[in-house]
């Protein structure tokens, strides 16, 4: 049994993977938004198996958490949000999609050599996961860089946070469960903030392109 | 004996069904649309006028120009009879295996472009630019697609693969999700489906495989609608054998073929819903958008075989 | 009759010698020197080629010591399975090319016929020497009288001042190479001052030395195949010479080099590091990409064709990079089977690139032109020229059941075997080399598309097209020779792989035959019946028959009625030649998704303009960002040192004086 749990949290590993580099190469922000809620059921997925093998009654809270939290109630406001900023158009991207993609290739082979010693130390049950959440928070992070608005750049970090707490279960079976809350509040105060950072930039400039920030600076 | 059977069922059967295949998703997605559609038999009917019909040819062509229908027809009918549908026992499988099943798609599209160039005309040698563009990133990406399933196979060879699959003890292969994406990215493509090409319209912005034939008619038309139902059936079948094999025989007795064949009808009708749906869902991109979707295609096979390599399964 | 192998190559090689010194003496006599001296030279070729069959069958290693040259420097000779294998490459190659030769040099083209008989022997025969060279100083020997030969056959019409300078550019990188090669045997002999192969094979170098010597080598022999970034004098050479001698430097002359480095990293060096390996094969993958995407934007038939051979040379390389890794790794069987993939497409595009040259050298006599945009149709007015084109065509898109699939289809299948190797690392990369392989066949095949179809489909683009005829009959049986081969190459390639047998067991211990044809002749079978197998024969079958049984059902079952008509072309009342893709059309896709690649002069018309224009040139970045840069800093230093020269006797007898003392000077100090 415990073969098929290995292979389905390998596959989950591998949904994740391909969801971030489906968000590196989206380009409208509604299907981001839904591409990041189904990230987090993947997490979810991923987390509620190891709970099973390992049968640590924690791991199924957090997946409970993650579940209300980054599948349901962040996705909700962040469509809010794009309905209150009435920012549903299409982002080009800084640089073209097929070559961001290069670029998250070597990104991906970069990540899993770094991960290739510390998950021979680790004694999880699932080694090579840890190379592909390094490599989806490296992707999440090029994925922020590349957009030009801000609400992208905000599920950008969000994903990142999503491709943590996937480390975190798969390589040492979750964080304490103080910890893992905390993080979570974290998160969700982010968002809030996140929030009101944006209405107030649309405000202010009529726009979330983020280039006008450069404006702020003192000449 | 069963060998031979099993080989001559596999070539009888994708002549047959293909454009039954075709009628089927026209009909899915005329119901999509609020419309009663013509029925899952009109692709034979289409092709019954044609051979009837006679056939007009540009007295600027070539021979090259009247040999490539039968040479088209060639090719898809060898691609279908090394895919294994409904058996692996096919001797003919050992003559060609993923690569080269990869460069007979290659050869068929290198004959249409051609012969749409022979005649001179600007849609022809505008349809015969974009198929080869279609072209030099699809086939890429589908060679990744196999060369993923084939790491998992340890063998070229598609009936081994298959068995490799479907026989030996049940896996999960995350390497597949990729090349399953990958593989529906091409499929679309090379079967020129929305969002690459539209097969209902003859609009010059747009279309693709319809350029390369304009200059067909009667018996050569016909061969050519032909072939590129067969094409759709062996891109089908060879989702089927790579993702959901299944159901597929090892050896062609009469008892496994029992179970075979409804099963691989059943997975026929599911794709040509789900390739009606999608293709009903989705809007034409931009000629332009289309290398970026291929590419998007080829890069995915390319982190599938990564992703086999890395995940050491 | 047991005349040893390496004597009957000698008598071929002294054949070309006398055939083109006799060309000398019928300087002008044109009709002798084309009808009769380039036929000899073509059987010569023929009978090498036999003796290499010969040779690669006995298995013996023969040697030789010809007392030519310097006294106490005598020319060691020898010959192994590897030098056969080449030698095959030339004889083959070779006849078909003289043969066309024959009928293709016209009276009255820049160089005397007779001068010209004379370098193309000449460079026949220094290829040949190069390969059975087992010193140093024969090597260099012949190596530097094919540059010098094939300099002077580029430059046959000499009194266009663009060839000129085509032809010094590649003189100039070829013998940046030379020098680079003589550093190499430097380091080989270890400070022994024996400069023999044999005593090469003895030495026992430090790893630092080993790599030096293989880097060395990388850089001489690249410079002379055309590797990134000293590729620049291919495209530029290739189109300036005339056609077979394009053929020959394209099929033959760059595969000396793929010899070269073979010789070099396989034989002489015993020493395996993986990163060797590694250099070659991202250098050969670079190289291949950046070949094809080049090739697809070319509007100019023969620097397209020049483009397409840099990518094949990238994909040899490849294949050589990857037979490196194993063999460092010790997974001989492995580095037999893409050494075999290597060998195999050296004498596959030998054949077909020649036979794609040469067509284009029959299109050039027939209409006088080389620029795509003024071609077309031409498959009506020249169906030979044109139906053996489409061959080579077929071959080099990498398609079955041809040659150029064959050794694609090794190539990949070694590719595949790589997750074995024991470093992570490398075989992260090896999905990545594997998706470039494959895309680069891919892009071969719209390069080709574009080649074949402007040329030969459509309508004419020019009017004076419809004069355009087939070649005579030299040319057709030397075209319709390499054809053959690539055709039989592609169907039997079981009979090569015999062949290459023993080269691979000469070079990594391990033959691949004996298991390719495990399951017959027809069926190639690298590894296993259950790993891969690919059977052409089949194949062409295959598809045959069932063109066959569908052309005679269609005409039982209904009609075979046709009618003839203007062409439809969507209706459109108006229409001319001209609305056709253009080679710059063609190449626009390609143009827009890898424009990083391409350094872009582009002119469009405005609105306004009365008389609209466009055009685009395409060129090299390569040029712009590495060679140009070096150019203009050794303008500066010899603008400087330019200064010194005065003009005037006393300053110089100043600068002499003053050397002297610095040297008298120096020498007792080197002495304490």
């Keep these: 049994m415990t073969t098929l749990s290995i292979q389905l949290v390998n596959l989950f590993a591998a949904f994740l993977l391909m969801l971030a580099f489906a968000m590196l190469a989206q380009r409208r922000v509604l299907s981001l938004v839904n591409l990041y809620a189904l990230q987090g059921l993947t997490v979810v997925a991923a987390t509620t198996v190891v709970a099973h093998v390992t049968h640590q009654q924690h791991l199924y809270y957090s997946a409970g958490l993650t579940l209300a939290l980054k599948v349901c109630f962040i996705p909700w406001i962040l469509h809010r949000l794009i309905k209150r900023l009435n920012v549903r158009w299409d982002v080009e991207t800084l640089i073209n999609i097929p070559s961001t993609m290069l670029v998250g290739i070597v990104l991906v082979v970069f990540a899993f050599n770094l991960a290739l010693p510390i998950s021979k130390l680790s004694s999880s049950v699932v080694p090579g996961t840890l190379g592909i959440a390094l490599a989806c928070v490296l992707l999440s992070f090029m994925m922020m860089i590349t957009r030009s608005k801000a609400l992208p750049q905000v599920i950008g970090f969000l994903a990142m946070e999503n491709a943590l707490f996937f480390a975190a279960t798969s390589a040492t079976y979750g964080m304490p469960m103080v910890v893992e809350l905390g993080i979570a509040l974290d998160v969700l105060v982010g968002v809030f903030i996140l929030g009101v950072f944006l209405f107030q930039i649309s405000e202010q400039f009529e726009s979330l392109d983020i280039h006008h920030l450069e404006n702020l600076k003192e000449d | 004996m069963t060998k031979v059977f099993s080989q001559f069922i596999s070539i009888v059967t994708p002549i047959l069904l293909a454009p039954m295949l075709l009628g089927w998703v026209n009909q899915v997605r005329a119901w999509l649309a609020n419309r009663s559609g013509a029925g899952i038999f009109q692709p034979y009917r289409m092709l019954h006028k044609l051979f009837n019909k006679d056939s007009v040819m540009a007295s600027t062509a070539s021979p090259l120009f009247r040999f490539v229908p039968y040479l088209m027809f060639g090719c898809m009918l060898l691609a279908n009879a090394i895919i294994p549908t ?118 010059e912005l747009t279309m693709i495989h319809e350029a390369l034939i304009l200059e067909y008619s009667g018996r050569h038309l016909a061969l050519m609608e032909w072939t590129a139902s067969l094409k759709l059936f062996a891109y089908s079948t060879l989702g089927i054998a790579l993702f959901l094999p299944w159901g597929i025989a090892q050896k062609a007795t009469p008892s496994s073929l029992l179970v075979a064949l409804p099963s691989l009808a059943l997975k026929l009708t599911l794709i040509g819903v789900v390739l009606a749906v999608v293709e009903t869902f989705s809007a034409k991109l931009r000629i332009f958008r289309v290398p970026e979707f291929l590419a998007t295609a080829f890069l995915l096979g390319v982190i599938g075989m990564l992703t086999h390599i890395l995940l050491g399964t | 009759m047991n005349i040893p192998a390496i004597d009957l190559v000698l008598w071929v090689i002294s054949a070309w010698m006398t055939v083109g010194l006799l060309g000398i003496v019928a300087l002008h006599k044109f009709a002798l020197v084309s009808r009769i ?186 410079a002379k195949a055309g590797v990134l970034p000293l590729h620049v004098w291919l495209p530029e050479a290739h189109p300036a ?63 397209l064709l020049a483009y397409s051979s840099i990518e094949n040379i990238g994909l040899l390389f490849a294949a050589m990079g990857l037979a490196l890794l194993f063999r460092s790794y010790g997974m001989n069987a492995f580095a037999a089977l893409a050494l075999t993939a290597c060998l195999f497409h050296v004498l596959g595009h030998a054949l077909f690139k020649s036979l794609l040259f040469l067509t284009t050298g029959s299109v050039l006599h027939a209409t006088g032109e080389r620029n795509l945009g003024r071609l077309g149709g031409l498959i009506r007015y020249m169906p030979w020229v044109a139906w053996l084109a489409f061959i080579g065509v077929l ?22 075997f790589t997750p ?253």
């Design chain 2, 86 to 203: 409904l058996s692996t026992d096919l001797p003919l499988a050992s003559a060609a295996d993923a690569i080269a099943l990869v460069g007979l798609f290659a050869l068929a599209r290198i004959f249409i472009s051609l012969a749409a160039m022979d005649i001179g005309t600007a849609f022809g040698t505008m349809g015969a630019r974009r198929e080869m563009l279609v072209g030099f990133l699809a086939e890429p990406a589908l060679l990744t697609v196999l060369f993923s399933a084939s790491l998992i196979g340890q063998s070229t060879s598609l009936t081994t693969i298959v068995e490799a699959v479907a026989h030996k003890h049940f896996a999960i292969y995350p390497s597949l999700v990729f090349a399953g994406m990958a593989f529906i990215l091409v499929f679309l493509a090379e079967n020129s489906r929305v969002p690459v090409d539209n097969p209902a319209t003859h609009l």
């Design chain 3, 395 to 416: 071959a080099s898109s990498g398609l079955p059941p041809f040659s150029g699939f064959v050794s694609e289809w090794l190539l990949l299948q070694s590719f595949l």
């Design chain 3, 241 to 303: 010479a005339p056609s077979p001698v394009s053929a020959l430097m394209s099929g033959v002359m760059l595969k000396m080099a793929i010899y070269g480095l073979l010789r070099v990293t396989f034989d002489l060096l015993h020493l395996h590091i993986w990163w060797w390996g590694v250099i070659v094969l991202v250098i050969g993958l670079s190289t291949a990409i950046f070949g094809v995407i080049f090739a697809s934007v070319q509007v100019e038939m023969k620097r």
């Design chain 3, 37 to 222: 001296f380039f036929p000899i030279g073509a059987l010569a070729g023929l009978v090498l080629a036999i003796v290499a069959i010969r040779a690669l069958g006995s298995g013996k290693v023969e040697t030789k010591r010809l007392a030519l040259g310097l006294p106490q420097l005598p020319f060691h000779l020898r010959l192994d399975a590897l030098s056969a294998f080449f030698l095959l490459v030339i004889g083959l190659a070779s006849f078909g090319i003289s043969l066309f030769a024959a009928g293709y040099f016209r009276a009255g083209e820049g160089t005397a016929p007779g001068l010209l008989c004379l370098e193309f022997h000449f460079f026949l025969a220094s290829m040949a020497l190069v390969l059975i060279a087992d010193d140093a100083y024969a090597f260099m020997v012949a190596w530097e009288s094919m540059a010098l030969a094939s300099y002077f056959l580029v430059t046959a019409n000499h009194r266009i001042p663009k060839i000129r300078a085509a032809g010094f550019l590649y003189l100039l990188i070829a013998h940046i190479g030379a020098i680079a090669i003589l550093l190499c045997f430097g380091v080989l002999q270890a400070n022994t001052g024996d400069y023999t192969f044999a005593n090469m094979r003895a030495q026992n170098l430090s790893t630092f030395w080993a790599s030096a010597a293989f880097l060395l080598a990388v850089v001489g022999f690249g």
């Design chain 3, 420 to 672: 074995g190797l024991p470093q992570p690392f490398l075989n992260m990369l090896i999905p990545i080399a594997t998706a470039s392989i494959a895309l680069t066949a891919a892009l071969a095949g719209y390069a080709m598309v574009k080649f074949f179809g402007v040329i030969f489909l459509g309508q004419p683009r020019e009017e004076k097209l419809s004069q355009a005829h087939d070649p005579g009959y030299f040319e057709k049986i030397g075209m319709a020779w390499l054809a053959l081969l690539t055709i039989g190459l592609g169907l039997a390639p079981n009979v090569l792989l015999h062949l290459i047998d023993p080269v691979t067991k000469g070079l990594v211990g391990v033959g691949l035959s004996h298991r390719a044809s495990a399951n017959g002749w027809w069926l190639l079978t690298p590894t296993s019946m259950v790993r891969a197998s690919y059977g052409p024969l089949y194949f062409l079958i295959g598809v045959a028959s069932t063109c066959a049984i569908a052309f005679v059902l269609v005409r039982l079952l209904y009609h075979a009625r046709l009618r003839r008509s203007a062409p439809w072309g969507g209706g459109h009342p108006w229409r001319n030649s001209r609305m056709q893709d253009t080679a710059e059309g063609y190449g626009q896709p390609i143009r827009q998704i890898f424009e990083p690649f391409f350094h872009l002069d582009r002119h469009l018309p405005k609105p306004e303009d009365t008389a609209p224009e466009y055009h685009v040139v395409v060129s090299d970045k390569f040029w712009e960002g590495v060679f140009m840069p070096i150019a203009r800093a050794t303008e500066y230093v010899s603008a400087k040192v330019g200064k010194l020269q005065q003009g005037r006797i006393a300053i110089y007898l100043l600068y002499s004086f003053v050397t002297l003392l610095v040297i008298l000077l120096l020498v007792p100090m080197a002495t304490r």
